[in-house]
């Protein structure tokens, strides 16, 4: 749980909203991310990705997204701030 606050503090709102955005059917990983946001960042969070299923995400800025939100994971892993484990 602290894991993914830890990453949601440190990664731009915005490559979180592309994320939740792109993941829009898994339902897994939207419970996991809002049960570590307050109501007030879900709200957010839901009206950004509002904006970005209207207006489409182009690939590079996905891209862009991704890499800064792993380099982000390999960091708090790094320091033990965030646990993956194998599914």
Known sequence: ???????????????????ATACEDDEELKKKLYSNMTE???KMLVEDMMFFLREGVPNYKFDEAMTRLIKS?????????LVIKPR
Do not use: P
């Open 1 to 19: 749980g602290s894991g993914i606050q830890s990453l949601l503090r440190q990664a731009d709102h915005d490559d979180v909203v592309i994320l």
């Open 40 to 42: 007030n960042a879900i």
């Open 73 to 81: 994971v390999e960091e708090l892993t790094a320091k033990g701030a």
